[in-house]
């Protein structure tokens, strides 16, 4: 069984003491800085001279520069893009802090596959929302809070477990429950998310796009009928609340006696793909995906432009296109 912590766990009190400095002002950063300054906690923000430090002034932060931010601080959230941040770690993060520092991750992914390596001398934890930037904000002001994974990396002082429950509170997490996990499995699900159901999901649902514009039906209704309507959304946002199964009570009894019956059908398929799965799962848990990606440094976003640009000339670019102006989504 896993260790979830919950506000009982955390204790805010910790961290009364300490200014936390929060590097980056962007979608986890604005939204984890005006949690945690809401919850009583003392936060600088740390961010280069951009629109989002003006921002974060406006909104009543002290900003400085990242490398003076880190000296201030006695907790430091790096909560810049990973791809940049061995960059900046090494130059404004590393010479900055001192022994005993906590350094707070938002991903296990640069600890986990060697982009950043922390003196040994600091408190590493992992406080990873399962929430983009706005949801961190928005369910803090409801009241709610948001899931994430946590954990500690490294205990240098005795106390690392202790500080990143309350950075954990502070941000509202310990309200919905926090999962005690290591970067490495952090960062191997994520992206096992992104590498290996995403794209399994993907090929599933444009093959049946396929099928059935292949079959004569317009493209139009198909994607309504798929996707484009929302009850596809609605239906997962029902699996969340109830569970996979549970949700089927939703739908009529033809609905569901056609799609158990006919699961069978498709059964034989699980396999093959539990194998390409198991395949994404190796290249990333040994780091192969993580040395592919790093070696490309800046040639990765011009790759990625490009196959971008290719994505934009598959039929399905021009059907969404279609679908979202007849219905007057755009
Ligand atoms: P953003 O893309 O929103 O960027 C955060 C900030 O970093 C911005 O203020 C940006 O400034 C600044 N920045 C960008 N490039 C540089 C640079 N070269 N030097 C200095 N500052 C720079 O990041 P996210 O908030 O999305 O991600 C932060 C962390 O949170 C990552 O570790 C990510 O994996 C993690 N995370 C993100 C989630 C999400 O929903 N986005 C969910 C869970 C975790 P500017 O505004 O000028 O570009
Ligand atoms: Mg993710």
Redesign the pocket.
């Known amino acids: 069984m896993a260790t979830i912590y919950h506000d009982d766990d955390a204790d805010l009190g910790v961290l009364a003491d300490e200014t936390l400095a929060v ?9 984890q800085a005006l949690n945690l300054r809401d919850s009583g906690l003392q936060v600088i923000v740390g ?2 001279p ?4 003006e ?1 974060a002034r406006e909104e009543g932060f002290d900003v400085v520069g ?1 490398a003076e931010a880190c000296r201030r601080a006695d907790a430091v959230l ?8 061995p ?2 770690y090494e130059r ?1 993060v590393a010479p900055a802090l001192q022994a005993g520092d906590l350094l707070d ?3 296990g ?2 600890v986990a596959f060697g982009g950043v390596t922390p003196a040994p001398d600091l408190d590493v934890v992992l406080l ?9 904000r928005d369910s803090y002001v409801s009241g709610e809070g948001f899931p994430s994974f946590v954990g500690v990396h490294q205990d240098a002082t005795g106390r690392a477990r202790q500080r990143m429950l309350a950075l954990a509170r502070g941000v509202g997490s310990t309200r919905a429950g926090c999962l005690e996990m290591s970067m490495h499995d952090e960062a191997s699900l ?1 992206l096992f998310t992104e590498q290996g159901f995403g794209p399994a999901f993907g090929c599933v649902l444009t093959t049946a796009v396929q099928t059935l514009v292949d079959a004569g039906y317009p493209p139009e209704a198909v994607l309504l009928e798929l996707y484009m309507s929302g009850e596809l959304a609605y239906t997962f946002q029902k699996i969340r609340e109830v569970g996979m199964l549970k949700q089927m009570d939703f739908h009529s009894q033809t609905s569901q006696y056609g799609s158990i019956t006919r699961s069978a059908n498709f059964a034989d398929l699980a396999e093959p793909m539990k194998e390409r799965m198991l395949r994404s799962l190796d290249a990333i848990r040994s780091g192969e995906f993580a040395a592919e990606w790093s070696g490309l440094r800046e040639q990765g976003a011009e790759i990625l432009a490009k196959v971008k640009e290719a994505r934009e000339k598959i039929p399905m670019a021009e059907w969404e296109r279609r679908t979202r102006a007849a219905f007057g989504l755009d």
Do not use: T
């Open positions: 590097i980056g002002y962007g979608n986890q950063g604005r939204s961010s280069r951009d629109a989002s430090a921002q990242i790096l909560l810049i893009p990973d791809e940049i941040m960059e900046v404004d991750f938002a991903s992914y640069n990873a929302p399962r929430m983009i930037g706005p949801g961190v994520d």
